[in-house]
Nanobody, 115 residues
């Protein structure tokens, strides 16, 4: 079954950290770039970070540069998003995505940053 499954979300205080994971199955993961998006209530989905198929190239939204790190493990077929120094404005549902001939999305994982 072709799918992406996110995990690792939760409630964290401002300044805290979380690591999100996205496990891929059903396609040749190592051949495709991966991207994390997020969608806050009432807002459009926005790109957070992307990583090339081999992991050598990454890009980030300006709002998360220096705080978030995207990485991948092509043996475990998993992409990660390490999120540090979290802010309330990081609260959103986080999705991973891969363009494998069509847009493949996971179900999302909720991240809430609140004291």
């Amino acid at each position: 079954q072709v799918q992406l499954v996110e995990s690792g979300g939760g409630l964290v205080q401002p300044g805290g950290s979380l690591r999100l994971s996205c496990a891929a199955s059903g396609f040749t993961f190592r051949m495709f770039a991966m991207t994390w998006y997020r969608q806050a209530p009432g807002k459009e989905r926005e790109l957070v970070a992307g990583i090339s198929s081999g992991g050598g190239n990454t890009n980030y939204a300006d709002s998360v540069k220096g705080r978030f790190t995207i990485s991948r493990d092509n043996v475990k077929n998993t992409v990660y998003l390490q999120m540090n120094s979290l802010k309330p404005e990081d609260t959103a549902v986080y999705y991973c995505n891969s363009k494998i001939g069509y847009d493949l999305w996971g179900q999302g994982t909720q991240v809430t940053v609140s004291s």
